[in-house]
């Protein structure tokens, strides 16, 4: 079993920036790709970046290139997302995801998701 638990969301003006953490323990992750995930209001989640474990390949949604960066530090078991440029489209709660190596942007490929953090900008 893997659990995962984000961190980091919070309440910020646009054009701000926050991190966001996601812990992983339980199994060894040395081989999972992971990934955050969001989700508005009223709307279906949405892909937002990924990164496989040895951080040798990254993939971000057309909505956040540019803006939103997503790192590693494997030897921590912990996966962040830098979110810089906030816009109050970013709203949303946003999810942590393990999944095989070859996850790709579908939620469906991911195996284990953490609870979840609440990001809010304002306008």
């Known amino acids: 079993q893997v659990q995962l638990v984000e961190s980091g969301g919070g309440l910020v003006q646009a054009g701000g920036s926050l991190r966001l953490s996601c812990a992983a323990s339980?199994?060894?992750?040395?081989?999972?790709?992971m990934g955050w995930f969001r989700q508005a209001p009223g709307k279906e989640r949405e892909f937002v970046a990924s990164?496989?474990?040895?951080?040798?390949?990254?993939n971000y949604a057309d909505s956040v290139k540019g803006r939103f960066t997503i790192s590693r530090v494997s030897t921590k078991n912990t996966v962040y997302v830098q979110m810089n440029s906030l816009k109050p489209e970013d709203t949303a709660v946003y999810y942590c995801?393990?999944?095989?190596?070859?996850?790709?942007?579908?939620?469906?490929?991911?195996?284990?998701w953490g609870q979840g953090t609440q990001v809010t900008v304002s306008s």
């Open positions: 339980g199994r060894t992750l040395s081989s999972y790709t």
């Open positions: 990164i496989t474990w040895s951080g040798s390949s990254t």
């Open positions: 995801a393990a999944g095989p190596p070859r996850a790709g942007i579908r939620g469906s490929e991911y195996g284990y």
